[in-house]
């Protein structure tokens, strides 16, 4: 696994990461996105577990190949994607270009990492495993809190 992280302090809830992202080699997740949610972290799991799952890892002590935001996509070797993470206080949505692939509920849920080496990429992080990967255009904004 390799990958880049961000040592500085990030907020907790209320943002949106913006990011492109191309597998270059390789056939499993290329730009996983390791984030913090409230008082935990989360991965947003890129093309894992052979390539093609999206989801989040972990949510109530399961991986995204096994709950509900697991979702197929087929990543082009070579080819940028635009990814979008929004994370606010009782929800995580996700976008691929245009089309969403997250959209789920948090409220009341256990939200952290899956054990291993990921837990390196926290508190933000991007990353890699058996595979290249590269990113580009890396941003991310605070949301306005809702009145």
Not at 50 to 68: Q, R, T
């Amino acid at each position: 696994m390799t990958g880049i992280t961000w040592a500085s302090a990030f907020p907790r809830s209320d943002y949106e990461i913006r990011f492109e992202a191309t597998r270059l080699e390789g056939s499993d997740f290329f730009a996983s996105l390791t984030f913090p949610v409230q008082s935990s972290f989360c991965t947003w799991v890129t093309g894992g577990w052979g390539g093609d799952i999206v989801g989040l890892s972990n949510l109530d002590g399961w991986d995204a190949s096994d709950n509900e935001t697991r979702s197929y996509f087929d990543f082009e070797r070579g080819r940028w994607y635009a990814f979008r993470l929004r994370v606010t206080g009782d929800r995580i949505r996700a976008w691929i270009g245009e089309q969403p692939v997250i959209d789920v509920s948090i409220a009341g849920r256990s939200i952290g990492l899956r054990h291993g080496e990921i837990r390196r990429s926290a508190p933000l992080g991007f990353t890699s495993y058996a595979t290249a990967g590269g990113l580009r255009s890396i941003a991310y904004r605070l949301l306005r809190a809702a009145r």
